[in-house]
């Protein structure tokens, strides 16, 4: 949630309020900052701004993310590499560690 409400004198910048990424509150203009520090690549971005990283893994943002890398490249989106997918993680209880029991384990 932004602090600051924007001035009616004032212009504000689009990008610092369209989210990209929901789930971290990663906004374009952060993205596009980052792409202008050199991280041009998705993986590269996830890891610094942690857009993707969230509940929704990447489903609402990654298009958009990918989008905004090949505009800044003057590539087309096929040619962006996308970030990896990963399965999500399933909490285990200590005692199946600690036990031996693999049931808790799989």
Avoid: F, W
């Amino acid at each position: 949630m932004r602090d600051k409400k924007p001035n009616k004198e004032e212009k504000t910048d689009v990008s610092e309020l369209t989210l990209i990424c929901r789930c971290e509150d990663v906004t374009l203009k952060e993205i596009r900052d980052l792409i202008a520090e050199g991280y041009t690549t998705a993986e590269e971005i996830k890891r610094i701004a942690r857009c993707g990283m969230g509940p929704c893994q990447g489903r609402t943002c990654r298009e958009l993310l990918l989008a905004e890398i090949a505009k800044a490249l003057g590539e087309k989106v096929d040619n962006v590499a996308p970030t990896r997918y990963r399965p999500p993680t399933k909490p285990i209880h200590l005692g199946g560690i600690v036990e031996g029991d693999t049931d808790d384990l799989c």
